[in-house]
């Protein structure tokens, strides 16, 4: 199975600031990764497919980009409503889906 | 609007058996891929199960490949994921997720999302 390192674990962060995330496939999966969203309590959100792909509804803050192996989110500002926990997801080789550990965003 | 709603969760003890099920709503349901994705207590998530759209094609992850059947009944829209000879390493919040393609394989995502339904197992 594919592994997914995501880094950092958590991170500190005001609103207005510029946050990113990154996530490391242990093979090439080209562009094949999906990034998501979680609250407490609540159902995970698809932001991003296709590494750059802004899922419909997501705001134009949630940017992705990367390909093989490396891979990055950022939220340009960051907002009362981002914080969160960040997962990404290969969709490259599958069965099965394997996820990143998740990224804690809080606030600082 | 998507609605993936699950329910059957609850307490068991080891060995027991739950089924769970996914009502959905919103969109056409026999077209898509769907799957079962578990979130263990302050743990990251899980890929568990994964059916096609006639339910001729199935995949589980290897821990509960033999116990776990997942099923889906194009008529009502429900998806199903019955689980037996439960271990306390089960515990978690299921979530039934629709794909966003018809066939699950290279480039497909988990599109939408329910809010889970909890299985605890313990004695």
């Known amino acids: 199975d594919i592994q997914m390192t995501q880094s950092p674990s958590s991170v500190s962060a005001s609103v207005g600031d510029r946050v990113t995330i990154t996530c490391r496939a242990s093979?090439?999966?080209?562009?094949?990764l999906a990034w998501y969203q979680q609250k407490p309590g609540k159902a995970p959100n698809l932001l991003i497919y296709?590494?750059?792909s802004l899922q419909s509804g997501v705001p134009s803050r949630f940017s992705g980009s990367g390909s093989g192996t490396d891979f990055t989110l950022t939220i340009s500002s960051l907002q009362p409503e981002d914080f969160a926990t960040y997962y990404c997801q290969q969709a490259d080789s599958f069965p099965p889906w394997t996820f990143g550990q998740g990224t804690k965003v809080d606030i600082k | 609007e998507v609605r993936l709603v699950e329910y059957g969760g609850g307490l068991v003890q080891p060995g027991g058996s739950l089924r769970l099920a996914c009502s959905a709503s919103g969109f056409t349901f026999s077209v898509f891929a769907l799957h079962w994705v578990r979130q263990a207590p302050g743990k990251g998530l899980e890929h568990v199960s994964t059916i096609s759209t006639n339910g001729n094609s199935t995949y589980y992850e290897d821990s509960v490949k033999g116990r776990f059947t997942i099923s889906r009944d194009n008529s009502k829209n429900i998806l199903y994921l019955q689980m037996s000879s439960l271990r306390v390493e089960d515990t978690a919040v299921y979530h039934c997720v629709k794909d966003g393609y018809a066939v699950a394989g290279t480039g497909s995502y988990l599109e939408y999302w329910g809010r889970g339904t909890r299985v605890i197992v313990s004695s």
């Open positions: 296709a590494a750059s």
């Open positions: 093979q090439d999966i080209s562009g094949w």
